[in-house]
Nanobody, 120 residues
Framework: VQLQAFGGGLVQAGGSLGLSCAAS????????IGWFRQAPGKEREGISC????????YYARSVKGRSTISRDNAKNTVYLQMNSLKPEDTAVYYC??????????????WGQGTQVTVSS
């Protein structure tokens, strides 16, 4: 299983950023997929998850209303669009997969992570 995340970078507070994760090595549309993040000195936090069909979506309170998760099963890719970014969104963002059609925690597979830094 490989999960390769793209799209991290440096953005000013109030700005937007789009992450994507290309998956391979498994039947993509069988499993839920989502995103965790880990800020400096903090535990990893599950922030969003989308079910295998795309019909069930979860957002953590910390990002709800500012983020949109989506998946393209034809491209084996999941996306996370984040808007109105805050300095506290600074973290390493990980794409994760759980070998179930719904729910992403605890993940069975982790990507390598991509750094998102939000400057004030």
């Amino acid at each position: 299983v490989q999960l390769q995340a793209f799209g991290g970078g440096l953005v000013q507070a109030g700005g937007s950023l789009g992450l994507s994760c290309a998956a391979s090595g498994f039947t993509f549309d069988d499993y839920a997929i989502g995103w965790f993040r880990q800020a400096p000195g903090k535990e990893r936090e599950g922030i969003s998850c989308i079910s295998s069909s795309g019909g069930q979506i979860y957002y953590a309170r910390s990002v709800k209303g500012r983020s949109t998760i989506s998946r393209d099963n034809a491209k084996n890719t999941v996306y996370l669009q984040m808007n109105s970014l805050k300095p506290e969104d600074t973290a390493v963002y990980y794409c994760v997969v759980r070998r179930r059609p719904t729910g992403c925690a605890p993940p069975d597979y982790w990507g390598q992570g991509t750094q998102v830094t939000v400057s004030s």
